[in-house]
């Protein structure tokens, strides 16, 4: 991977004082973890410009990412992307190849290669001290005081890099508790799509009502005096409802009501998802293009980049946030990231028992494609995805010049990139194709 620019700033804009700091633990209970208060890492020093020179599609979006410049403009840079986007020709995948390092480890230096075609931008080095310091708090976090996984778990937990992943996608977050936030429904999520729907005993079968009472951990029940404290104890029961009722709370803590209300409802557009392709494998079902399309624009990334603001420490107005324009760019960048995750899982889902939908598989079956055709024109789909998303977010930056609204433009973008570099780097989940 060239190197792409300086370590990612802390926030200085105006936006990170509209709150007070977040407090030192949950109100509620959730375990005997606390926070614990350290230092702020600095940020590292600059590792220089990036090499790519092809120039990006939307020079207005490049603006908006990379913020103003000029003398007094240095504190409105959260995340300034500094390389060039990488262009959608195909590549020599050997000439992006590096060495391996050893897997599973935060530490490790940044390895993988992208996939030969795949639109992307590279994004700076994250952090390395905070990386360290929030995979630390979050496996305290997951084993202390929800209990998320056994131990026999513990090197897939590590291999998730979790801590590596929300540093590259919150690179604006102002304090190490802000990137926490992002890193425990990360986490929580990802529980919930283990154990209730895939690799750690999930099933289709009864996945409906299993989902429906973990979502009350998020959008709490609010019912007779005689009933609640059972569907309290409930939330304790398992690791999907403990995780998610604990990585909440703290959200709770540092959104605002409207902010929460947000995320409850792309949270249930995730479940919503999550039954659809349920139903298909409980029928054995092979959706037509479009239709599988669909349900990933529900079974996506959507909660990570909506709450791109709670984690810089401000708030997009939910008259600016609900602004259609502003959600089909919300939508694109969910759909496109999770395009990228299909491509980048693809030889991961294979090795599954059963048959794992994915757009490349879906394609292949459907458009009768080879295996190879079905997965480079799923490339072609999430660049066109990526293109959109870019159009549309510089077209909107261009007729709505409200800071605000460009911030969280710039954090959905920058959270975009993140992803990519965590899928692309983490060779302890994700090996590619040999299509090449």
Known sequence: MPDSGT????????????????????????GPGARTSVPEPAAAAPAGAGAATVPGPNPALDRIVRGPSGMGTAVLHPARREGPPVPSAAADPAAAAVPSARPGTEAAAAEGRPIPGLYHHPVPE??????????RRIKRWAVDEVEAYPPEWEDQFDGFSVGRYMVACHPDAPTVDHLMIATRLMVAENVVDDVYCEDHGGSPVGLGGRLLLAHTALDPLHTTAEYQPLWAESLLSDAARRSYRSAMAYFSEA??????????HDMARLHMG???????????YTPEVWEYLSMRQFNNFRPCPTITDTVGGYELPPDLHALPALQRVIALAGNATTISNDLYSYTKELKSPGKHLNLPVVIAEQEGLSDKEGYLKAVEVHNELMH????????????????????????????????????????????????W
């Open 255 to 264: 959104a605002t009501p409207s902010q929460a209300d947000r995320f409850r």
């Open 7 to 30: 370590s990612p700033l802390r926030s200085a804009l105006p936006g990170t004082a509209l709150r007070p700091p977040l407090p030192t633990g949950p109100s509620l209970p959730f």
């Open 388 to 435: 959109a998303f870019e159009a549309e977010a510089a077209a909107l930056a261009a007729s709505w010049p409200d800071p605000r609204m460009l911030r969280f433009l710039r954090g959905v973008a920058v959270w975009v990139d993140g992803n990519h570099y965590w899928h692309m780097t983490n060779t302890y989940r994700y090996s590619l194709p040999d299509f």
């Open 126 to 135: 994250p952090d390395p001290v905070r990386v360290a310091e929030v995979s």
């Open 274 to 284: 999550y039954l659809a392709e349920a139903a298909w494998a409980q029928t054995d």
